[in-house]
Nanobody
Framework: QVQLVESGGGLVQSGGSLRLSCAAS????????MGWYRQAPGKERELVAT???????TYADAVKGRFTISRDNARNTVYLLMNSLQPEDTGVYYC????????????WGQGTQVTVSS
């Protein structure tokens, strides 16, 4: 069994910054691609950013130049540094982690609320 624990969400004013963390624990042989998704009220969940084990990153166009995804392989943790936050960034942010274990699969974090006030 693998658990993901997210932290770092909160309320911030427009133009502010937040850093999200997502730590994986449990029976883990290796962690593959890690990513962040978000879901705004009334909208579908969308991809924000991903990072491979070797460090290759991808970003949604809406966050390029403002958000930075990174990971610490020794700690099985992925981070999302969010700068220049705007009200449209408001939503619940979820991490998604590909885990190689006795059964390989992707896991979702519990979600953390990010609210950006104008």
């Amino acid at each position: 069994q693998v658990q993901l624990v997210e932290s770092g969400g909160g309320l911030v004013q427009s133009g502010g910054s937040l850093r999200l963390s997502c730590a994986a624990s449990g029976i883990i042989f290796s962690i593959n691609t890690m990513g962040w998704y978000r879901q705004a009220p009334g909208k579908e969940r969308e991809l924000v950013a991903t990072i491979t084990r070797s460090g290759t990153t991808t970003y949604a166009d809406a966050v390029k130049g403002r958000f930075t995804i990174s990971r610490d392989n020794a700690r099985n943790t992925v981070y999302l540094l969010m700068n220049s936050l705007q009200p449209e960034d408001t939503g619940v942010y979820y991490c998604n982690v590909g885990v190689s274990s006795y059964v390989g699969r992707n896991y979702w974090g519990q979600g953390t609320q990010v609210t950006v006030s104008s």
